[in-house]
């Protein structure tokens, strides 16, 4: 079978609403399954007024907003008629499921009726939200839930092999692939590092920014990262905090870092040179499956310090280029902040390091593997053109 064989029904939370590291990711995918001839039709929550254009060909799905603040989101009302005929007529051979929300279920059990191959990319460790919102209890319901649906798939992709291991401690015995990610090269990269945006800013050229990027919501680790800044400035560590993002939590994030710069929303090149002005790069997050802003701050430069979680091992070499923490050690990553906050060789050096081995994730590369494991699924289950 070649790639032109194959018909992609592609199935998003969120393709292109809001902004995110997954939902970016998507879109580069299907742009690459476009350029190697494959045919893709896209199904998702839609939005009057997306965050961004849709590459490929968008069906909007129904949709209702998730409740507790987080309304920016939207969950999929499962398959509707309308829907279901249109996958009819589209007619795919293949169904990848991105998120285990009810279309995915539902698509799963639209291509097990239809005897569809069938493969589940997972984006975001959905089953850590709960410890943020006081339901810590629900949390091992949620990896049965989660061990269910992909075990429905014929293949589940995942972002490294952190994410494999841990899938295979959940109980899931679908064949597991690793599907990394890249990075713009050209938009992230040390020269892009500009002290006259920083000055605009108020941030001196001496001073060192410790920089937070990404959604503000809770489930950033945005209350570890308001402890750490605490206790460095309890301990007379100098810095400044330069926050990139925006969201829901950023009142209440700005009440926690008093004096921080927000520097709102950036995209584009403005993302990479806010980036690259960064001094050291903080990731508390235990919610990411890959971690796409800690390549982002390798590629331009930047030492990281994150937690010790799916999001970073495998991606970051403690030690070389930055610093893996346990995820609720607050002293441990205050520690860390501050020797490349006092130590401007290993700044340097560490930089440098992930610089060199960000240039290793390129997307064109790491999209192929997706659509090998697409032609591997539909060989292993005998699928013909």
Sequence with gaps: ?????????????????????????LNLLVGHLLSRGVTVRVYSPTSKRPAFPPTGDLVG??????????????????LPAAVRRDLD??????????????????????????GLASVASLHTRFETYFRYYHMGFFEPVMVKILTRFYDRADAVLVPGKGMADIVREWGVTTPVGIWSRGVNHERFTPARRDLDWRRGLGIGDDEVA????????????????ANVVRTLRD????????????????????EQVPGAVFAGFQSG???GRAVASMDVFFNPSVTETFGNVTLEAMAAGVPVVAARASGAIGLIDDGVTGFLVPPTEIG??????????TEPGLRTSMGQ???AKAAGYRWDTINESVLDAYLEVMTRRGCRP
């Design 1 to 25: 079978m070649l790639p032109t064989d194959l018909r992609v029904a592609l199935f998003s939370g969120n393709y292109n609403y809001v902004r995110d590291g997954a939902n970016q990711a």
């Design 61 to 78: 799905v129904p949709s209702l907003p998730l409740p507790a603040g987080r309304g920016e989101y939207k969950m999929a009302r499962g």
């Design 89 to 114: 007529t589209f007619a795919p051979n293949i169904v990848h499921v991105s998120a285990p929300d009810f279309l995915g279920h539902r698509a799963l059990t639209y291509a097990r009726d239809k």
């Design 210 to 225: 410790v920089g937070f990027l990404g959604r503000l919501v809770k489930e950033k680790g945005l209350d570890v990262f």
């Design 235 to 254: 301990r007379g560590v100098p810095h400044r905090v330069l926050v990139i993002g925006e969201g829901p939590a950023r009142d209440w994030f700005a």
């Design 269 to 271: 090149d403005a993302l």
């Design 332 to 341: 441990g990553y205050a520690d860390a902040i501050a020797r490349i906050v």
């Design 353 to 355: 390091a992930g610089h």
